[in-house]
Nanobody
Framework: QVQLVESGGGLVQAGGSLRLSCAAS????????MGWFRQAPGKEREFVAA????????YYADFVKGRFTISRDNAKNTVYLQMNSLKPEDTAVYYC?????????????????????WGQGTQVTVSS
């Protein structure tokens, strides 16, 4: 049973920064891609960023490129999302998720159906 626990969300002013963390347990963390998704009120869950098992492949949604950075520490079983230059439209619940594909190094990471384990989410609120 995989357990993913997010932390680091909160309230921040526009232009500010937050660093989200997701601690994983229950499956060999270093063998799987990790992703971040978000869901704003009244909207569908959307892909934010993903990093493959080795950290050699990283993908971002266009709306966060240049502002967010995903990273992972396989020794700590943790994935991070550094969020800079935050905007009010970044307000959402942010979820981390673990991909179901073992040792994947392909080019498709954004589909939520690829991830079979999800955290409970952490709220990020950006005030204008």
């Amino acid at each position: 049973q995989v357990q993913l626990v997010e932390s680091g969300g909160g309230l921040v002013q526009a232009g500010g920064s937050l660093r989200l963390s997701c601690a994983a347990s229950g499956r060999t963390f270093s063998s799987y891609t990790m992703g971040w998704f978000r869901q704003a009120p009244g909207k569908e869950r959307e892909f934010v960023a993903a990093i493959n098992y080795s950290g050699g492949r990283i993908y971002y949604a266009d709306f966060v490129k240049g502002r967010f950075t995903i990273s992972r520490d396989n020794a700590k079983n943790t994935v991070y999302l550094q969020m800079n230059s935050l905007k009010p439209e970044d307000t959402a619940v942010y979820y981390c998720a673990q991909d179901k594909r073992l040792y994947y190094s392909g080019t498709y990471y954004s589909g939520s159906n690829l991830y079979d384990d999800w955290g409970q989410g952490t709220q990020v609120t950006v005030s204008s």
